[in-house]
């Protein structure tokens, strides 16, 4: 029943939730609906789509916590699109720095890579990001088989990256940039917690003697969770 | 009073604000033709009361002064929030008067001052200078002022006046950004003598004609327009001469990104951003990236002032 409801109720209603922030700053660039971006519109949309990426990103890694928090196994349907929601908009965030900031100047661009850290990791985050976008799919995912699950932890990465960026970009206040580091500590706080909580079992196990020479884990391998 | 000389513009040559374009301009003006639905924006024009000034022409540039709205809704001004739009909102209930500055140190003349015994004495110019952010965004902002340097004059600055320095109001009941230590309070700036007794730095009282408004630093502030804006500090309370150079915030703050001379320099990049190019506000959106000029293309008028100087060094 839930599941159902996530998959035709849930799952659109938050694509198109997704796609408000971007609306807003389309929007804007072109004067709809009495939307202004203010006085320097490249920059509020710069912001604005990079806020989002990291947005994406924390709400991306709520999801698992939510599941087996919640036990609502069909959460997990939207975490994919949340992923690749981050994706987008790291991606049209670099475009914009691309296209109004640099004015397709390539050579700036990878000057301000090699000479400005906070933009070399904001970089290497985007990068990252690809091999994970392209992952994505189901059949990717098949064919990974385990392999999925451990590319897929450089989610980890790429959020510190992002933040840390975020945080090396601002003049002074450095309020939101902390704000974003505190919730992102504790969504990894999180699956380190739980991490630990299984290796804890596991020794548990152990200790009674179950299975551990053949290598197998005393719990069931989990295989990647389709979306 | 200035006399007209033949340099000023005919008053058939000095464009209304009215006719200023811009881009809201035109779009206000396609809504009232019909041609575009209403967006619901309030362009907003100079308000507040006006103050009489002359036009000074040959200090002034010629290019199109940014738009009233955008100069009053785009403020690097932290004692009123760090956003830029933060200003324009906690500034509303800021009084701004009475005022009274206070003038100290090196100097024959010293004592505390109202607003009105000091501007009694001079006459107001209108200055259209650039303003150049340090994170790169300029504008062109038409300000009534009147020459730091006649000011000066008045204090009679014995010769150990070296540097002239400036504080900002310090009341986090009035200014609720101060509440946050994001910067060291009170807001502090300051100028050697020579720069501040030439001809381009201004004490600004007022904007477009009319009294300054809160947000863009009321009811006096400084403009040195060969300098990044950091340096064209608000609200000032105390202005002292000073032997010994006096400290800024922002170098107090961050002290390898920024220095005491702060003079505009497309050769010598903030660490984590290239100075060669800004972004000049109004101009459109795929249009306002343009090389940014040495001096805030003031270099004729001061680069005399730094012969031989390491500007890399002096930043």
Not at chain 2, 214 to 221: D, F, I, K, M
Not at chain 2, 260 to 270: G, I
């Amino acid at each position: 029943m839930f599941d159902t409801f996530v998959r035709r109720v849930l799952k659109p209603a938050a694509f198109l939730a997704c796609l408000l922030p971007l609306s807003r700053l389309v929007a804007g660039a072109f004067g709809f609906g009495g939307v202004s971006l203010g006085a320097n519109p490249a920059e509020e949309i710069l912001e604005t789509l990079g806020k989002w990426t990291l947005n994406f990103l924390l709400i991306t890694l709520c999801v698992t916590p939510a599941r087996e928090l919640t036990g609502l196994a069909p959460l997990l349907r939207l975490r994919r699109m949340l992923g690749l929601f981050a994706f987008t908009y790291a991606a049209l965030h670099f475009t914009t720095y691309l296209v109004l900031d640099q004015e397709l100047d390539l050579a700036g661009v990878l000057e301000d890579v090699a000479k400005r850290p906070y933009i070399t990791i904001g970089f290497a985050a985007l990068l990252m990001l690809i091999p994970l976008a392209a992952t994505s799919t189901n059949a990717m995912m098949r064919r990974l088989g385990r392999r999925w699950q451990k590319l897929h932890r450089l989610v980890y990465v790429i959020a510190v990256l992002g933040v840390w960026h975020y945080y090396w970009q601002v003049k002074a206040d450095v309020r939101e940039p902390l704000i974003y580091a505190g919730i992102l500590a504790l969504l990894l706080g999180y699956r380190a917690w739980r991490a630990w909580r299984k290796r804890q079992a596991r020794h548990r196990q152990a200790g009674a003697g179950h299975a551990l020479q053949s290598g197998l884990p005393a719990v069931p391998a989990r295989r990647p969770q389709a979306s | 009073m200035r006399k007209t000389g033949k340099n000023d513009p005919r008053p058939s040559e000095i464009t209304p604000e009215a006719v200023y374009l811009n881009r809201r301009t035109l779009i206000a003006g396609a809504v009232a033709a019909g041609l575009l639905p209403s967006t619901g924006w309030a362009e907003s024009g100079p308000t507040g009361p006006q103050l009489r000034h002359t036009r000074n022409a040959p200090l002034s540039t010629t290019e199109t002064p940014n738009s009233w709205e955008d100069i009053t809704t785009y403020n690097n001004y932290f004692e009123f929030g760090t956003e830029k739009a933060d200003p324009a909102v906690n500034a509303r209930a800021f009084r701004a008067q009475p005022w009274t500055v206070t003038v100290s140190g090196e100097a024959e003349v010293r004592g505390r001052f109202t607003l009105e015994d000091i501007l009694k004495a001079h006459a107001l110019e209108e200055r259209i200078y650039r303003l150049r952010c340090v994170e790169r965004w300029s504008m062109v902002i038409p300000w009534i002022g009147f020459p730091l340097g006649d000011f000066i004059r008045r204090f009679k600055p014995t010769s150990r006046a070296r540097f002239v320095e400036f504080t900002t109001l310090h009341d986090p009941k009035r200014m609720p950004g101060q509440r946050y230590p994001v910067l060291e309070w009170p807001y502090r700036e300051g100028l050697r003598m020579d720069e501040a007794m030439h001809p381009l730095a201004i004490l600004g009282v007022g904007l477009y004609g009319r009294v300054l408004p809160n947000q863009s630093g009321a009811p006096l502030r400084l403009v040195v327009p060969w300098k990044y804006g950091m340096k064209s500090i608000k609200a000032i309370v105390k202005i002292a001469f000073t032997e010994k150079q006096p400290r800024n915030t922002w170098n107090v703050a961050i002290p390898d990104e920024y220095g005491f001379y702060m003079n505009v320099n497309p050769n010598v990049d903030h660490p984590r951003w290239s100075q060669a190019r800004e972004r000049r506000i109004g101009a459109g959106l795929f249009n306002e990236m343009q090389p940014t000029l040495m001096f805030n293309g003031y270099a004729d008028q001061v680069a005399s002032l730094y012969r031989g100087m390491d500007l890399a060094k002096y930043y």
